[in-house]
C-alpha cells in the first residue's frame, strides 16, 4: 500500500450529499425543455458528472442544448438548490483525522469554482483545504482539467504522491488521464461495477474503510 501525502477528493457524493439541490435544480432545467420527469431518482445520473454530461448522455441533447439547460439549471441551482446539500456523517471527522497524519487536503470538483467555494464555507470546512480547484467554463470542464489544474497551481509534479477520491467513474478516469491512483468510495453515487469498468485503483464503502487505507 502506497502512502500519499496529497489527498484529492471529489465533493459532489465524496463530500456532500448534494442529491436533493443537484436533483431537483436538473428538473426544473429539463422542465424548460418540455421534459417532465416524476421520479427524482431517474436524476441521479446529474449528481458527479459535468452537467452538460448528464444531458447529452442521458436525455440526448446537442452540445448547443446541453448549454443552455446549464443555464437553466444555473438560475434554480445557485438561489435555491445549493443549499438543498449536507455534509456526509463523519466525513469532518475523516478530515480533521487525515490532517493530523500530515496530509495536504484539496479538492477537485466539476462544481463551478464559486460554487464549490460556496459549499465549503456554508458547511465550515473551507479551512480544512490547503486548495479547491473547481470548473471553470472557459478554461476547465471536465474532471482531467481540474485535476492539472490543482497539480499546476500548486507545483505538484510527483504523480505517485497524490491519489483521488471521488464517488463516479469521471474521477476515476480523470485520475487515471492525468496518470494518478483513485479510490472510488461507494457511500456516493457510484457503483462497484463502474468503479471496477473505470479502472479504480482501490475501492472502499465507506469513511471507515477509507480512512484505514489512507491514514
Do not use: W
Not at 465524496?14 to 416524476?38: C, H, K, M, N, W
Not at 469532518?92 to 459549499?119: H, I
Not at 457510484?190 to 468503479?195: L, P, V
Amino acid at each position: 500500500m502506497k502512502t500519499y501525502p496529497y489527498l484529492f477528493l471529489d465533493l459532489d457524493g465524496t463530500i456532500s450529499d448534494s442529491a436533493p439541490g443537484i436533483v431537483r435544480s436538473a428538473q426544473y432545467a429539463l422542465e424548460a425543455f418540455g421534459i417532465p420527469v416524476s421520479n427524482p431518482d431517474d436524476l441521479l445520473c446529474f449528481v458527479g458528472p459535468p452537467l452538460e454530461d448528464s444531458f447529452q448522455d442521458f436525455y440526448h441533447f446537442t452540445p448547443q442544448q446541453a448549454d443552455e439547460a446549464v443555464k437553466k439549471y444555473r438560475e434554480r441551482y445557485e438561489v435555491t438548490g445549493v443549499y438543498e446539500n449536507a455534509l456526509y456523517p463523519g466525513i469532518t471527522d475523516f478530515l480533521d483525522a487525515a490532517r493530523r497524519a500530515g496530509k495536504t487536503l484539496m479538492v477537485a470538483t466539476s462544481k463551478p469554482q464559486r460554487m464549490a467555494d460556496l459549499v465549503l464555507r456554508h458547511f465550515g470546512i473551507a479551512d480544512r483545504f490547503a486548495f479547491v480547484g473547481g470548473r471553470d467554463d472557459a478554461t476547465r470542464r471536465t474532471k482531467e482539467e481540474v485535476i492539472r489544474y490543482v497539480m499546476q497551481c500548486n507545483g505538484l509534479t510527483d504523480l505517485s504522491q497524490i491519489v483521488m477520491i471521488g464517488d463516479r467513474k469521471h474521477d476515476i478516469l480523470g485520475a487515471r488521464a492525468v496518470g494518478l491512483d483513485s479510490v472510488g468510495v461507494l457511500y456516493g453515487y457510484g457503483s462497484r461495477q463502474e468503479f471496477e469498468a473505470a479502472g479504480a485503483t482501490y475501492i472502499v464503502n465507506d469513511l471507515d474503510e477509507l480512512q484505514r487505507l489512507l491514514l
